[in-house]
């Protein structure tokens, strides 16, 4: 028999999933779970036999950590095997403040191609259920722990997982389980239009990120081949539609890349994407990937672009650098992966349309 997962599920849902009676028994799983629990032996509020039982018919974790790799500016990285044998890979990240925020995979892989970004050249194998995501949490916190923050920004596209996605929320942010914040919580997208309807719509009530890198139609649809059914145009209105709608400010990110992205005029096509939206802009100087054919912004590159946004009233950001050493940087994630595969074996050769 095969047994059953526990750490995507509600209360409820142990409850009927198990059989359990009393009912309150499925919320003090959950209470366990939320807290980290590990083995059903801990859950010293359940009898021996009750314990016994549950053993029996369930797990609380479907993956286990494969690899455990730490950058010495404090990132970790920790690669996940899921009970398929296929991995993902998820980051924690310290910033100045000592803020750790955990960066999760939505899916093993990527469909959305980005020249500029590791995963997206693995390819995509599929998505990943809500206690695959939930289970990314839960492992970092044993490894950090207490977190303050998640962001859905690691392997692939939440927007093409968004039903697990919104199940793996609402599991964390239950009051009886974990109790995280919504307002600690982020998505990040590639740009996928109807996504960000929807979550402006049919909520939850979080955070939106979209991933902009350029906002040269053509460029874009070079770097992100999204931008070609998902125009720019129709991009931004939907971001101006979500912060209307939530009234929660949008971030908008670029991965700046070496004579690509970053001239005067790349800056002025940004300023006017930006200009009369509740937005703030995130420049990310691109981190580098084997085998992809970009380089490093200089220095002087990066502060030119944020003087020209900053001085044309942009909110503005210039983000530092994270996990290098351990290919845990933003763009960099599927590293241990494609290492695994023979320097990057596409998992399936599959592209957004």
């Known amino acids: 028999m095969t047994k059953i997962p526990l750490a995507g599920l509600s209360a409820e849902e142990i409850t009927a999933e198990l059989g359990l009676s009393p009912a309150f ?4 799983i959950f209470k366990w779970i939320g807290k980290g629990t590990e083995s059903f032996d801990e859950m010293t509020n359940l009898s ?4 016994e039982e549950l053993s029996q018919k369930a797990v609380l974790r479907s993956s286990t950590v494969s690899k455990v790799l730490k950058d010495p500016d404090g990132t970790i990285k920790l690669q996940v095997t899921l009970s398929d044998g296929l991995a993902v890979e998820t980051v924690l990240l310290t ?3 000592d803020r750790k925020t ?5 899916q093993v892989g990527c469909a959305m191609n980005c020249a500029f970004c590791q995963t997206g050249h693995l390819g995509l194998a599929r998505s990943l259920t809500a206690g695959e995501i939930v289970e990314q949490f839960l492992f970092l916190e044993k490894h950090a722990g207490p977190l303050d923050n998640i962001v859905f920004m690691g392997m692939g596209e939440p927007m093409m997982n968004l039903s697990a996605v919104r199940k793996a929320i609402s599991v964390l942010t239950d009051k009886d389980g974990r109790g995280l914040s919504g307002r600690r919580i982020t998505l990040s997208t590639s740009g996928v239009i109807q996504g ?3 979550l402006a719509d049919n909520g939850p009530s979080i955070r939106l990120a979209v991933s902009l890198t350029t906002a040269d139609p053509a460029l874009r649809e070079r770097l992100m081949p999204i931008g070609r059914t998902n125009p720019l145009d129709d991009l931004r209105k939907a971001i101006d539609y979500f912060a209307k709608k939530t009234g929660k400010r949008v971030t908008l990110e670029a991965a700046l890349l070496h004579d690509t992205n970053t001239s005067k005029e790349s800056a002025e096509n940004m300023i006017r994407f930006a200009r009369g939206m509740d937005v703030h802009i995130n420049l990310i100087p691109w981190n580098p990937v084997e085998g992809l054919q970009f380089s490093e912004p200089t220095a002087r590159e990066c502060k030119n672009f944020v003087a020209l946004l900053e001085n044309a009233g942009i909110n503005v950001t210039l983000r530092t650098r994270r996990g290098r050493e351990i290919g845990g940087a933003c763009g960099q994630l599927g590293k241990t992966l494609a290492e695994s595969q023979g320097n990057g074996k596409k998992l399936q050769n599959s592209e957004f349309i």
């Not at 021996?48 to 314990?51: D, K, S």
């Not at 955990?102 to 939505?106: G, L, M, T």
């Open 48 to 51: 021996a036999a009750l314990r």
């Open 102 to 106: 955990a960066c999760v995979s939505c």
């Open 95 to 97: 910033d100045r403040e």
């Open 25 to 28: 028994r499925g919320k003090q």
């Open 196 to 198: 960000i309807y929807d």
